[in-house]
């Protein structure tokens, strides 16, 4: 902003007046933009509306001042007034003057007109498809090969055309970023899954920056985990990484030259990348993760700031699919064991199925219930009750393998076993028996203590046309186990397992 000279000369910027009253001001320069092409350009004064007719105007007008001087001026030179100073001779100047100007009229508009109204033929072009792309979205009617004009000469003319040529280039690299942002928005609102999700948007991290390798590193649950990574060996390692923890520190784009200590594999080769970029996602000013990008080459100053228009995109799909996932979760759980309910287990028993059946591998069961449960519910109050059912699922799920889920499933609980043989299952059954069996819940000065009865199989071994009925035959050996005493396992179509 232009200050007033005297106010910026006293130190009084911004508080009144700077001279003493009655001491001459200095009135503060404002342009007239319709005098003036710009700050300190002042135009002549104009004739007509046409600048060609002016031009036209000013060389007829030098044109008879010339034929009008020139007698005179070689009475100067010499030649006798007799010769010079007649009409006849003020008249072949005259017209002489005005034949340049004409002349030099004609030149003008041969030689500058066309190359003028090329650039307005263009500036009218590019007008009209920016105006039918704001609405239907086709930019196919102007490109920089079809629609530059040729800079023939190194003047303000020859500059005019550059700059229009230039203004096509940054027009088309506008729409193209425009393009790669809108496909990148419409894969993030497109996925709500967590997975397909971060693997989408680490594809488009990579290919709008040209990067070799990259990876997503994001706060889940309180933990740092890689959530897609591409070409980075132990991608792990990067939740440990000195970078990411300054990444996510700073809430502030780190970009490191040759780290050390991060492995960067393309396809069958390992290589050291020339710089690896560490963008922080930022969640109501809060970072909540990074995508780690490693390139072969230095990160051009496009490719910075497209991955930060993406980071800006992913980031709110990435808080999205969370808030998706945890009401998943919540859904999926019964408040009081936190187990899976019924519902949910039951689409996971139906998918583990069809998985073994078309993989040809064993799918491990186990269904089992607290014996004498209304006992307790009786005897010591359904609080007391509910404290034994969670304990029951605690002590259950710390006895399961990695990867196996635990359901409640009505008064029993559902183990489901994926590539658990028969005696794995087996194995998983007395472990929960002994752990329940040795477990005990304290009322006040009260000791309560429980045991399960369980019925197990496994998929093929066990025979079941589909899930429903593995659960049938499972459910069979669980009351066979209760009618043979309780406080033991039982197998399928089996005899009833030893205590």
Same mark, same amino acid.
């Given at each position: 902003?232009?200050?007033?000279?005297?106010?910026?000369?006293?130190?009084?910027?911004?508080?009144?007046?700077?001279?003493?009253?009655?001491?001459?001001?200095?009135?503060?320069?404002?342009?007239?933009?319709?005098?003036?092409?710009?700050?300190?350009?002042?135009?002549?004064?104009?004739?007509?509306?046409?600048? #060609?007719?002016?031009?036209?105007?000013?060389?007829?007008?030098?044109?008879?001042?010339?034929?009008?001087?020139?007698?005179?001026?070689?009475?100067?030179? &010499?030649?006798?007034?007799? $010769?010079?100073?007649?009409? #006849?001779? #003020?008249?072949?100047?005259?017209?002489?003057?005005?034949?340049?100007? &004409?002349?030099?009229?004609?030149?003008?508009?041969?030689?500058?007109?066309?190359?003028?109204?090329?650039?307005?033929?263009?500036?009218?072009? +590019?007008?009209?498809?920016?105006?039918?792309?704001?609405?239907?979205?086709?930019?196919?009617?102007?490109?920089?090969?079809?629609?530059?004009?040729?800079?023939?000469?190194?003047?303000?003319?020859?500059?005019?055309?550059?700059?229009?040529?230039?203004?096509?280039?940054?027009?088309?690299?506008?729409?193209?970023?425009?393009?790669?942002?809108?496909?990148?928005?419409?894969?993030?609102?497109?996925?709500?899954? !967590?997975?397909? !999700?971060?693997?989408?948007?680490?594809?488009?991290?990579?290919?709008?920056?040209?990067?070799?390798?990259?990876?997503?590193?994001?706060?889940?649950?309180?933990?740092?985990?890689?959530?897609?990574?591409?070409?980075?060996?132990?991608?792990?390692?990067?939740?440990?990484?000195?970078?990411?923890?300054?990444?996510?520190?700073?809430?502030?784009?780190?970009?490191?030259?040759?780290?050390?200590?991060?492995?960067?594999?393309?396809?069958?080769?390992?290589?050291?990348?020339?710089?690896?970029?560490?963008?922080?996602?930022?969640?109501?000013?809060?970072?909540?993760?990074?995508?780690?990008?490693?390139?072969?080459?230095?990160?051009?100053?496009?490719?910075?700031?497209?991955?930060?228009?993406?980071?800006?995109?992913?980031?709110?799909?990435?808080?999205?699919?969370?808030?998706?996932?945890?009401?998943?979760? +919540?859904?999926?759980?019964?408040?009081?064991?936190?187990?899976?309910?019924?519902?949910?287990?039951?689409?996971?028993?139906?998918?583990?199925?069809?998985?073994?059946?078309?993989?040809?591998?064993?799918?491990?069961?186990?269904?089992?219930?607290?014996?004498? #449960?209304?006992?307790?519910?009786?005897?010591?109050?359904?609080?007391?009750?509910?404290?034994?059912?969670?304990?029951?699922?605690?002590?259950?799920?710390?006895?399961?393998?990695?990867?196996?889920?635990?359901?409640?499933?009505?008064?029993?609980?559902?183990?489901?076993?994926?590539?658990?043989?028969?005696?794995?299952?087996?194995?998983?059954?007395?472990?929960?028996?002994?752990? $329940?069996?040795?477990?005990?819940?304290?009322?006040?000065?009260?000791?309560?203590?429980?045991?399960?009865?369980?019925?197990?199989?496994?998929?093929?071994?066990?025979?079941?046309?589909?899930?429903?009925?593995?659960?049938?035959?499972?459910?069979?050996?669980?009351?066979?186990?209760?009618?043979? &005493?309780?406080?033991?396992?039982?197998?399928?179509?089996?005899?009833?397992?030893?205590?």
């Amino acid at each position: 902003m232009i200050q007033p000279e005297s106010a910026m000369a006293n130190g009084n910027l911004g508080k009144g007046p700077a001279h003493p009253e009655g001491a001459p001001q200095r009135r503060q320069f404002v342009p007239d933009f319709q005098q003036t092409g710009g700050y300190g350009q002042h135009l002549p004064v104009r004739l007509t509306r046409s600048v #060609f007719d002016d031009l036209s105007i000013w060389m007829i007008s030098i044109g008879v001042i010339i034929g009008v001087v020139f007698p005179p001026m070689l009475v100067g030179f &010499g030649v006798p007034r007799e $010769i010079v100073l007649t009409p #006849f001779f #003020f008249g072949v100047c005259l017209l002489a003057g005005i034949l340049v100007g &004409g002349i030099n009229i004609r030149l003008m508009r041969v030689v500058v007109m066309p190359r003028l109204r090329a650039l307005v033929d263009g500036m009218r072009l +590019i007008e009209s498809v920016i105006e039918n792309a704001t609405y239907t979205g086709d930019w196919a009617g102007c490109d920089p090969e079809s629609c530059q004009l040729p800079v023939d000469s190194n003047d303000i003319i020859g500059e005019s055309a550059s700059a229009f040529n230039h203004l096509i280039r940054v027009l088309q690299h506008s729409h193209e970023v425009e393009d790669r942002v809108a496909d990148f928005s419409k894969t993030m609102t497109s996925q709500l899954e !967590l997975g397909p !999700l971060c693997n989408g948007a680490l594809s488009g991290f990579i290919t709008a920056t040209s990067a070799t390798a990259g990876a997503i590193v994001a706060d889940v649950g309180g933990e740092l985990s890689v959530l897609a990574s591409f070409g980075i060996v132990e991608a792990e390692s990067l939740c440990e990484n000195d970078h990411v923890r300054l990444a996510l520190r700073t809430q502030e784009s780190v970009y490191v030259e040759l780290p050390e200590g991060l492995s960067v594999n393309a396809g069958l080769v390992e290589f050291q990348p020339r710089e690896v970029a560490f963008m922080p996602l930022i969640i109501q000013s809060m970072a909540t993760g990074v995508v780690v990008l490693a390139k072969s080459t230095a990160f051009e100053r496009d490719s910075r700031s497209l991955s930060q228009i993406f980071g800006r995109t992913f980031v709110m799909a990435l808080s999205n699919a969370m808030k998706h996932g945890d009401l998943q979760r +919540i859904a999926a759980l019964d408040p009081l064991t936190n187990c899976y309910n019924r519902r949910f287990g039951l689409t996971r028993l139906r998918e583990e199925y069809t998985r073994a059946q078309r993989s040809d591998s064993p799918l491990g069961l186990i269904i089992f219930d607290i014996d004498h #449960f209304k006992l307790v519910n009786d005897t010591h109050g359904h609080l007391i009750g509910d404290r034994v059912l969670a304990n029951v699922a605690r002590e259950a799920k710390q006895h399961l393998r990695e990867g196996d889920v635990l359901v409640r499933y009505g008064e029993e609980f559902l183990c489901i076993l994926p590539g658990a043989s028969i005696e794995v299952a087996a194995e998983v059954c007395e472990r929960i028996r002994h752990a $329940i069996e040795a477990m005990a819940v304290r009322d006040r000065d009260q000791v309560i203590s429980c045991t399960v009865s369980l019925g197990f199989g496994s998929f093929p071994v066990t025979p079941a046309d589909d899930e429903t009925s593995l659960i049938r035959v499972a459910d069979e050996a669980l009351y066979r186990a209760k009618n043979d &005493g309780r406080n033991r396992t039982v197998e399928a179509h089996a005899r009833a397992a030893g205590v």
